[in-house]
């Protein structure tokens, strides 16, 4: 449930931003027959997308179903070797709210940012990684969608791993592959 958090809020936090004010931001996803950008965080995160959405076809692919499988064990480790001893010092030493957290050079590292700060209202990051589009899973040949979601696990391989992204490393795996950019990092 906090992983669905995470994903939904920074994906939340960043589209609505990156679209304010715009006609894409008005339009309901569904009547174009593309996917929303929560159902699209979902997918990503090896989540299943809302009933009715197009990409729920595609989680019977057993591409899918394999990076769903594996985020689910990554996720578990994740919790039991880092993210709750962060919880555990933060109800210790951060106990006092913080509005609005900035996390300058956090590139896309919203994972601690709300680990650390879960009750702020607003997470301003900043980086020099290129921010990109919501990926667009839909029009990914069915047979590119196993590659795609593996360069998205490698590009998340250090922050699950050791707690931080490794710049050079990111510059480097944010920039291939099907998904580009921090967004579908987030």
Same mark, same amino acid.
């Given at each position: 449930m ?6 939904l ?8 931003? !990156?679209?304010?004010?715009?006609? *894409? ?9 593309? *996917?929303?950008?929560n159902?699209?965080?979902?997918f $990503?995160a ?16 057993? *591409? !899918?179903?394999?990076?769903a ?5 990554? !996720? =578990? ?7 709750s001893?962060?919880?555990?010092f933060?109800?210790?030493? =951060? ?5 609005? $957290?900035?996390? +300058? ?10 680990a650390?700060?879960?009750?702020? *209202? ?9 921010i990109g589009?919501?990926?667009?899973v839909?029009?990914?040949r069915?047979?590119s $969608? ?6 998205l696990?490698?590009? =998340?391989?250090?922050? +699950?791993g ?8 990111m510059?480097?795996? =944010? ?7 921090? $967004?579908?990092?987030?």
């Amino acid at each position: 449930m906090r992983r669905l958090g995470c994903a939904l809020l920074a994906l939340t936090v960043i589209a609505v931003g !990156w679209l304010h004010g715009s006609a *894409a931001a008005q339009a309901p996803a569904a009547q174009s027959g593309t *996917a929303t950008a929560n159902d699209t965080a979902r997918f $990503l995160a090896g989540l299943k997308p809302s009933e009715g959405s197009p990409l729920v076809a595609l989680t019977s692919d057993p *591409a !899918w179903q394999a990076h769903a499988k594996s985020f689910d064990a990554q !996720w =578990l480790l994740l919790e039991q070797r880092q993210l709750s001893k962060v919880r555990a010092f933060q109800a210790k030493y =951060l106990t006092e709210p913080q509005k609005t $957290l900035f996390y +300058m050079f956090s590139g896309p590292d919203f994972l601690y940012a709300d680990a650390f700060f879960p009750k702020a *209202a607003t997470y301003v990051l900043s980086g020099l990684e290129l921010i990109g589009p919501i990926p667009d899973v839909l029009k990914l040949r069915k047979a590119s $969608l196993g590659q795609a979601l593996g360069h998205l696990k490698t590009s =998340l391989r250090h922050i +699950m791993g050791f707690s931080y992204f490794i710049t050079l490393d990111m510059g480097k795996h =944010l920039g291939q592959g099907q998904f580009r950019g921090t $967004l579908p990092v987030l």
